[in-house]
């Protein structure tokens, strides 16, 4: 199984953009630490502030998508002739590995969003799906009956996710609607 190989090795990626993008406690990134606020073009300035943000947002969009993909693969072998526990064992824990991937990074937009308080606003939000959700897949057990809704419901908050991380970043860059979430996640 072609996905199988994939899921991995964009988890992996994945979770090298959200160490790498790790923002250290003086919110600047930049070996030579805090630069003067009033240098255009430097690590402190609100360009580059919200340059930085909205593609911690896009990361975090990827890292959805491979939440998405995994939850398809599942699907498809919770409905398979005989299904196999092992292999939905492996993308249970593929899936797990993408949302907490998400979550690094989320938390990394955290400290970059001081620049827009409703950005914040809205990564806070996230945060609160994010942890249901997870929540959600670790009551997955295997059984197509009970795990196909509720994988389907997963897939509609991730979704939902998607659309307001991508309107986050259409509000860091000055946008003025974002998503509204819809439902949020139950175990």
Partial sequence: MAIRYWIPMTVAFLGSL???????????ISRDGPPD?????TAGSPTIE???LVA????????????LAVASVMQSLLQAPTPDPALFTIAKDDMLAFM????????NNMQ??????QVTRG???LEQTQVLQIALVNNLTGNAAADVPKLERLQGEIEAAVQRNQGLQSLATGGSSIPMATKMATP
């Fill in 50 to 52: 919200v340059q930085q």
């Fill in 112 to 117: 970059l969003s001081k620049v827009n308080p």
């Fill in 37 to 41: 606020p009033g240098t255009p073009g």
């Fill in 123 to 125: 990564l806070a939000q």
């Fill in 100 to 107: 907490s991937a998400g979550m690094r990074i989320r938390a």
């Fill in 18 to 28: 959200a160490l790498a993008s790790t923002v250290p406690s003086h919110g600047y």
């Fill in 56 to 67: 911690g947002l896009g990361f975090n969009v990827m890292a959805q998508k491979g939440e």
